[in-house]
């Protein structure tokens, strides 16, 4: 695993470890997790802290990138990003208030700073992802997708170890603050048939270019979830980092993350594999589960 890869996989386990979902039922539609800002920022009279974070649209994130406010009284201030792709600065904001971030190779956003939040340090923050200038690579149609467990993983049950599913990939936006409608490079991975929970049966492919960040689940729910029997399940979680060559015909990579096989009576529309007197659950975690999609 090349360095870049593995910095991308770190991003995903924080994103898919402290991410919180869209709406109920959703189990990939995280938002960005909101980091303590780095260093001490001399306040302005009447400004509070601003915090926020630049991606790509692969979910890197970027530093050096510029971000600048567009409106209000500290409009023209800017700071950059720092390695970690985070920004802080101090102003005086309203939910009116815009700011804009940019960087040599990707596309310039703006974004509005979001809804002040007071379970948040600080109250007040951005999110950008940057489109780069190359084009995404072209994802969609018809796949067969493949989850094989880790040979390692003897406790699952034989029949659960190797799934294969068809599965449709469609393009689709991401629900994440400051990620753009209609951007062109989030794809939805869904497989085709009755055996899937309602809410449980899909995951995200977010490509820049020929980069791609698989985000298969996320702090509550797996990405796939299969009902195997009655009131029996099989999932699988775990994020993983992919380039690829165009055209696409196969996408095929390791993920960190652990599959499950779950006979739950109570499952409803979250994914519940609490132990109880009801409840089993056999568990394995590894680094060494695959993931293939491969066109029909």
């Keep these: 695993m090349t360095t870049s890869t593995h910095s991308a996989l770190l991003l995903l386990l924080v994103v898919a470890g402290v991410a919180a979902c869209d709406r109920p039922g959703s189990p990939?539609?995280?938002?960005?997790?909101?980091?303590?800002?780095?260093?001490?920022?001399?306040?302005?009279?009447?400004?509070?802290?601003?915090?926020?974070?630049?991606?790509?649209?692969?979910?890197?994130?970027?530093?050096?990138?510029?971000?600048e406010i567009l409106n209000g009284p500290q409009a023209g201030s800017s700071t950059t990003t720092d390695a970690s792709g985070h920004f802080s600065l101090f102003a005086s904001v309203d939910d009116a208030t815009r700011f804009r971030a940019s960087k040599e190779g990707h596309v310039t956003a703006d974004a509005p700073v979001l809804p002040n939040c007071d379970r948040c340090n600080p109250k007040r923050w951005v999110h950008f992802f940057l489109n780069v200038l190359e084009p995404s690579v072209a994802l969609t149609g018809d796949y067969t997708l493949t989850f094989i467990a880790d040979s390692a993983c003897t406790n699952l049950p034989q029949e659960v170890r190797t799934r294969r599913y068809e599965a449709t990939v469609s393009p689709g936006d991401l629900n994440w603050p400051g990620f753009p409608a209609q951007a062109g490079t989030s794809f939805k991975?869904?497989?085709?048939?009755?055996?899937?929970?309602?809410?449980?049966?899909?995951?995200?492919?977010n490509a820049a270019g020929s980069f791609i960040a698989v985000v298969l689940g996320?702090?509550?729910?797996?990405?796939v979830t299969e009902r195997v029997a009655p009131d029996t399940y099989v999932a699988f979680h775990?994020?993983?980092?992919?380039?690829?060559?165009?055209?696409?015909?196969?996408?095929?990579?390791?993920?960190?993350?652990?599959?499950?096989?779950?006979?739950?009576?109570?499952?409803?529309?979250?994914?519940?594999?609490?132990?109880?007197?009801a409840v089993t659950r056999i568990r394995c975690d590894s680094a060494r589960h695959q993931l293939t999609l491969t066109r029909r």
Excluded: K
Aim: negative net charge; charged residues 10%; glycine residues 10%.
């Design 238 to 277: 775990g994020p993983t980092t992919i380039t690829v060559e165009s055209p696409v015909s196969s996408i095929s990579t390791p993920f960190v993350g652990w599959i499950d096989y779950c006979v739950n009576p109570t499952m409803g529309d979250r994914y519940d594999c609490t132990p109880g007197p």
């Design 189 to 205: 991975v869904t497989p085709v048939g009755s055996a899937f929970p309602a809410g449980l049966n899909y995951f995200w492919l």
């Design 28 to 67: 990939t539609s995280p938002t960005p997790t909101v980091p303590q800002p780095v260093g001490t920022i001399a306040p302005p009279v009447n400004g509070e802290l601003v915090s926020g974070t630049v991606s790509d649209s692969a979910l890197r994130r970027l530093a050096g990138a510029t971000v």
């Design 218 to 223: 996320d702090h509550t729910d797996p990405g």
